[in-house]
């Protein structure tokens, strides 16, 4: 499980299709071709909306589940700012054999700090005491059109509240491609930690979406340096 880890200790998320049938989203019954869609609401929906997310991937030969939980949790102070919170949990689970229900191997929470009006990302913490302050490049586009791309935050994350030690710094770039005549996928990237030594230590999350901004379904690839080479985790829905 140390690659997972190292993922989920980055402050990224590893999202899917929604299990949730409650929070399932919208769907629009044209094949007119949509060029424009509202990347702002999108990533509030990724970060921000109630939902639980069911993931499948084999990590290190072992078949394994991640369940995600998104839970907004209101208004809060961080690093001196009034923001909003989510909290974002992340549930690994291993395959056991027949009969035998799956057990949690390990359980991973982040609280992401954030405004949505208009949307600014502030930081985030999590449960394995990493303290991250993200500062903001680019303003987030109400409305992107396919093919549109951006860099828009770095996240510097440090040992404590206090800032003086810090041991991560990474980069986000947004990217909006094309899924169908009227949806899109909107991918979130993450560059390798620049205080580390393996540029390829990268991550993708990638939602479908709609003219709405709702998210439809999504798939995640992870990158990182090994003895043979560059190798890429991929994952996908259960």
Known sequence: MKTLALLIGAGLTLDT???????????????EVVNQFPV??????????????VLSVIIEGEPTVIETRVIPKGK???????????????????????????????????????????????GFTNS??????????????K??????SSDFAIDNIY????QKTRISTYTKNWALSRASNNTAW??????????????????????????????????SSYSYSTAKGIKTISYGSE
């Open 159 to 162: 040992t404590d509240s206090s």
């Open 17 to 31: 299709y929604a299990a949730d049938i409650k929070n399932s989203p919208s769907f629009d019954n044209t094949d």
């Open 186 to 219: 909107l991918c979130i990237n993450t560059s390798a930690n620049l205080l580390s030594d393996d540029p390829n230590n990268t991550t993708s999350n990638c939602y479908s979406m709609n003219i709405q901004g709702e998210l439809l379904g999504s798939k």
């Open 40 to 53: 702002e609401t999108a990533l509030l929906n990724i970060y921000s909306k109630e939902r639980i997310d």
């Open 143 to 148: 409305v992107a059109s396919i093919g549109d």
């Open 76 to 122: 809060t102070v961080f690093n001196n700012h009034w923001v909003q919170s989510a909290s974002t949990s992340h549930v690994v689970k291993s395959a056991k054999p027949a009969n035998i229900e799956k057990v949690a191997d390990s359980k991973i929470t982040s609280i992401y700090y954030f405004t949505s009006k208009p949307l600014k990302f502030y």
């Open 128 to 141: 394995l005491d990493d303290y991250a302050i993200t500062t903001q490049t680019a303003n987030i586009p």
